[in-house]
Structure formats: C-alpha cells, structure tokens
C-alpha cells in the first residue's frame, strides 16, 4: 500500500472514530425508576459521568428525587409498550430500576403485571432499538438462600420456596430478563442487597427500620439479618456492570452482612440513642403480621406489619458479593456512613423526633 493510500485509510479510520465518539457522546441514558431510592441515585452518577440522562416516569408520579437535575422526562407505563418505544428510541445504554416493590399489594397481579411482563415489554423495547447495553436491576429477593451461610449468585431460588407474591414476580422477572439474554439482548443483571443512604423518599421497609428506631417505635427486635450496602456504591455498581459486566450474567450488589440487633445498635453508636434489648420470638411477628393484614383487607389502607414482611424476617438474608468486587470492582464503603446519612435525611423530613437520652 503507498504512502498516500495508508494516508487516507488512517483519515477515514480517525473519522470514523471520530464519529463514533460524537455519538456516544450524544447518545442517551434511559433511567426506569429514577424517581426511587436507587434510581435517583444513579441518575446523580450517570449525569456525573457526563451522560445525557432520560427518564421514564409515571404520570403524577413523585418527582422530588429529580428536582433540580438537568434530565429529560418522558412520561409513560411499564404497561404501555407505545411509550416504552418512545422512551428507549436514540437510547446507546438502558437502566431499567422501576418496580413495584410492595410486601403487601391489595391486588398481586399489579405487580406480575409490572414487575414481569412491563420488564419483558421493556427489555424488549430497548433491544429492539439497538440499546448497546442494558442493565436490569434484580433484587437477592429473586436468590435462594443458604442454611449456613451466604447466598451467592449460584443459589436458585424456586417459586415453592420463594416467599411472597413482590418476591416471586422478581424470581419471574429475572429469569424472563435470562431468557432474553440468551437471545441475544446486550442484558446484565444486578442485584442490590439492602441499600441505605439519602434520598429513601418512601421509605423502603428498611428506612422505614430507621425511622422506626429514631421515632422510638422500635422496642424489640428478632433474630433476622440482612445485608446492607451504601446505596452510593449501588449506583456505582450499575455504572461497572454496563462498562466490565458479562452479558446474561448476575452480579450481587452488596457489602456487609448484619443482624438486626447489630443494625439497632450501630444506629444507637451513630445517635447516642438508647440500644434495643428486647428480643422477640418470631411467634410474635408473625401473628402480629397476620391479624395486621387481614385488618387491612378488611377496613382498607395497608397493614403496620404485613404478613410477608414477617415471614421473611424469620431468616438470615446474608449475601455474598465477592463476583461483583473481583469482576466489577464493586465499592465497598463503611457501612457507618451510610447509615448516618439516612438518619441525618430521615431527622431533615422531620422523621425520628426522638432526642438523644430518650427512653427506647
């Protein structure tokens, strides 16, 4: 080849690179759930990142996670296969976070409908517009768990064994994301642990823990465990998966394994608060469970303590993340800081009244 061929090779070689980076550069995020706790936050690291970040947002859905955020909203339902089209078209990478996350729904099929078939309908949407890659944002809802030990991302979890109708549609969702990957959709997917941090709006049933203990509604605890990790890193953690996931692969989202009694007293070390030292037998809580939802199928509203709730803090739902650290090179940020800035936003909503000294 002479000089001047390889001279014009490398021109239309370096223009096309060009091109191909103007428009990754333009190119649009897709954010599902955006609105939520783990959403909001991943909108913050993609904007971060310097993305142009879309969002599917619900009509009259609450906003105030996106308030003063340069995003482009795009109204529509995980339901509505038109407005997912809309949604995803231009879209180089797609987040999908949404979900109906309710441990007691009045009507379970909602959340079949939402958590199942509008993932399908999503997933669908965004590979059918040449989405690069798409990150589904599982739950360890959707894992089995071990007898003796933590759960990594080879336990399967069954619908027999599976409790709950929000766990069973995550189960059905992740293996329907699974499916699609295996046909050739660019999907990874994650699965977050139990999150804490800022901007846990609703909150979760694990800020609702928080806010339990800092209000003083928290006179005894049971034997339950859980695994937290700082929603930041969970943000972090979508952003690795897009970038070094391995498509159809599960990558758990998560840090440090807890009981509940650890929990209540690190939250008494960050508060000056008074330690929890009452323990309940799991009885309790289940009956408590039980009679509080059927009151609530019976007068409306939705129960103190669903009969779902109480089933699952029967266990230990500890977690191993280590393929996401060695793969991803997932965050692991202390624990303690997390926690403290759920409480200072929780006390900044006027959540928690309780002073310090106070009885528990």
Same mark, same amino acid.
């Given at each position: 080849?002479s ?39 991943l ?17 009259? #859905? ?10 482009e909203l ?7 296969r038109a ?5 995803v ?14 441990l ?19 997933l ?5 517009? *040449?989405a690069e ?7 360890v ?13 080879t336990?399967?979890a069954?619908l ?8 069973k ?17 660019p ?6 642990s139990t999150?804490? *941090? ?20 928290m ?10 990790i700082?929603?930041?890193? $969970?943000a ?24 509940l ?7 008494s070390?960050?508060? *000056? ?25 019976l ?5 103190? $303590? #669903?009969?779902e #709730? ?18 991803? *090179?997932?965050?692991? #940020? ?12 929780f006390?900044?909503r ?11």
């Amino acid at each position: 080849m002479s000089w001047q061929a390889r001279f014009d090779s490398g021109c239309a070689g370096f223009a096309a690179a060009r091109r191909r980076l103007a428009v990754t550069a333009s190119a649009t995020t897709l954010v599902t759930g955006g609105t939520g706790f783990v959403g909001a936050h991943l909108v913050r690291a993609l904007i971060e990142r310097g993305d142009h970040v879309r969002c599917l947002v619900r009509q009259g #859905s609450d906003r105030a996670n996106l308030e003063g955020l340069d995003v482009e909203l795009v109204t529509g339902d995980l339901r509505d296969r038109a407005s997912l089209v809309r949604a995803v078209a231009g879209c180089r990478a797609v987040y999908h976070c949404a979900a109906d996350y309710r441990l007691f729904a009045r009507r379970p099929a909602d959340l079949y409908e939402c958590n199942v078939e509008g993932s399908r309908n999503l997933l669908r949407a965004a590979g059918d517009a *040449g989405a690069e890659r798409i990150v589904y944002t599982s739950s360890v809802a959707a894992l089995g768990l071990r007898p003796d030990g933590p759960s990594d991302e080879t336990v399967v979890a069954t619908l027999e064994t599976t409790i709950g109708h929000y766990k069973k549609s995550k189960l059905l969702a992740q293996q329907a994301a699974l499916e699609l990957a295996s046909e050739g959709l660019p999907v990874v997917i994650v699965n977050p642990s139990t999150p804490v *941090g800022e901007l846990d709006v609703k909150p979760t049933p694990t800020g609702r823990i928080i806010v339990d203990y800092l209000a003083g509604r928290m006179p005894a605890y049971v034997d339950t465990g859980l695994n937290l990790i700082d929603v930041r890193d $969970v943000a972090a953690g979508h952003l690795l998966a897009e970038t070094r996931g391995r498509i159809g692969e599960i990558y758990i989202l998560g840090h440090r394994d807890m009981t509940l009694e650890q929990i209540l007293d690190l939250l008494s070390e960050l508060t *000056g608060l008074p330690a929890v030292r009452w323990r309940l037998p799991h009885a309790v809580p289940l009956a408590v469970g039980a009679l509080s939802t059927a009151w609530a199928r019976l007068a409306g509203g939705e129960p103190r $303590v #669903s009969l779902e #709730s109480a089933r699952m803090a029967t266990k230990r739902m500890f977690f191993d993340a280590g393929k996401a650290v060695r793969e991803l *090179g997932l965050p692991q #940020s202390p624990i303690e800081g997390a926690l403290a800035r759920a409480v200072e936003y929780f006390r900044g909503r006027g959540l928690g009244a309780r002073v310090r000294g106070a009885g528990a």
